[in-house]
């Protein structure tokens, strides 16, 4: 009989966390805003300030859309949740689509987040790693990237080194400023985030810059990609937000200290002076030279895919005319 | 004679199970095949048997370290569980000391942990090794500790009449009886200890089994993936029988009674 009242009074409570956690939905949405989600490619930074705009100022919902930016799950696997629909769209990079489509994935690029690399090869100063000439013998931390081995394979052939000789580290998680003054050597940063962090830590670094490097690799980095499912079936939701997201880069360009604001809101664990310093340094390279903000060149997707090609890193040379779309950008 | 019967009343056993699996994988291909699936999603499960023979070398020298990490955290998580328990049996206010943190070991959150441990210690074996003694310790202890707490008074009473140190109980009564235990336990954690291996290699190193899925993984290879989980799922099996051998040897008794319960 104990035994009976004890279980019932178990499962009671048991069923009552169920119906707790159920409850505990907001129900609040107006009906007439249709859902859509971006995946991030990193945790929050100045490479995504526009969509945070676009998201605190209503540009999203003037457009009739509720946007969800959410974090992304794993490094790599992005292309893949956009490419099968799970995800609307995300934030890549021209290095990772171009792998992607090589794979069979469907994905298309949107829209340049940036119109120059900003990203590059950082280590301590203190290492004196100047160029690709010193890679050897040096630990490289990165993801496991396709990009990754295959550019710094390229820049060590140029110089006749054996690419075997650079221990390629994953470094998950870790902080990577953190990571090169121990555990790793070299990394792979942006400038405008990890490199003004270093200069707020008074940590000098080397940085050897993609674009300099090599024409071909001053590629479109990041980029908002979608898959062409979408782009088939709802172009509509596109170029609504491609509309909102314009809007969002075009305001943290004119105003970089207000964009900054935005962003620490909405980026709680970082520092919120160098985030405003970062946004400074940041908000002109959003559009640079281009007529209009994500604007994205064929002669970048085809120089880099025939610098890949010609460097036998890949087996076939990607179609750049499908890769990419500037349809769904703001005619004016 | 006896033999002889013995093995094909085995293959009798074990039959439906092969059965089935050739069922299962013929479905995948075909469903593969006729609805054009590609392979970036889902790879037949000829790609994956491809992808294994052709990255054999790479797989096994990615796995040497991950077996070596295991390896060394199991028999030092074997190692510290012996002692802990035995201490905590022979001297109950070490039990009293120790138990909570026993506990705590096991709820302690692997994700959250792991990385520190990375930020610690660096991409190296060591944190690896650590994490595998952290998720194979609380089962061995806790299994061995249950299995040395003899219950039955009257025998824990005659030896006492008779005067038998308490280290003479512990060896005579506790140890014996704790064996059973002490294996189930040790099963567990062998089941355990592969992916504790893994997910420490995800969040930082340079060479192992959870490498292996993560550049394939990123290179959106499917059916390399798909070769390393069956590569992981192999090796845990390995383990597993490994320790199932040792049972065999060691406590025959105990595997023939369980054997015959089947």
Known sequence: MKTKKIFVLFLTIILSFVALAGCSKPAEQPEDLSETTIMLDWAPNTNHTGLYVALEKGYFQAEGLDVSIVNPSSQGTLEQLVATGNVDFGISHQEQVTTARISGLPVVSLAALIQHNTSGFASLKSKNIRSAKDFENKVYGGWDLPSETAILTALMQKENLDFSKLEMVNIGESDQLVALERDIDLTWIFYGWTGIQAEQRNQELNMIWLKDVDPALDYYTPVLITSESMIEQKPDVIEKLMKAVSAGYEFAIANPEEAADILIKHAPESDPEMIKQSQLWLSPQYKAEADRWGEQKEVIWESYAQWLFENELVPEKMESAKAFTNEFLPKD | ?262
């Open chain 2, 1 to 262: 004679m006896l033999k002889k019967g013995v093995t094909i009343k085995k293959i009798f056993h074990y039959t439906p199970a092969v059965v089935f699996l050739v069922i299962l994988l013929s479905v995948w291909q075909f469903t593969v095949n006729k609805y054009g699936i590609p392979p970036w999603l889902l790879p037949s499960p000829m790609k994956v048997g491809q992808a294994l023979w052709e990255t054999k070398s790479l797989i096994w020298s990615h796995a040497q370290i991950t077996l070596l990490e295991i390896s060394t955290g199991f028999v030092l998580a074997i190692i510290l569980g012996i002692l802990v328990s035995t201490l905590m049996t022979l001297f109950p206010f070490a039990k009293r000391i120790f138990y909570p943190f026993l506990i705590f070991s096991q709820t302690v959150p692997l994700i959250a942990v792991a990385p520190l441990l990375i930020l610690w210690l660096g991409y190296g074996l060591l944190p690896k090794i650590i994490i595998v003694i952290l998720v194979c310790f609380f089962p061995i202890a806790v299994s061995l500790l249950e299995g040395l707490e003899v219950s039955d008074r009257d025998l824990l009473n005659l030896l006492r009449s008779m005067g038998a140190t308490k280290w003479q109980i512990f060896y005579q009564v506790r140890w014996p009886h704790a064996l059973p235990s002490l294996f189930a336990g040790l099963k567990i954690a062998a089941t355990y200890s592969v992916m504790a291996a893994v997910i420490g290699e995800w969040l930082g190193a340079s060479q192992g089994l959870g490498v292996y899925l993560t550049r394939s993984s990123n290179n959106f290879l499917t059916d390399r993936v798909f070769a390393g989980i069956i590569t992981i799922s192999a090796l845990s099996f390995l383990y597993y029988a490994v320790i199932m051998l040792l049972t065999k040897l060691l406590l025959p008794w105990y595997s023939q009674l369980s054997q015959k319960t089947d």
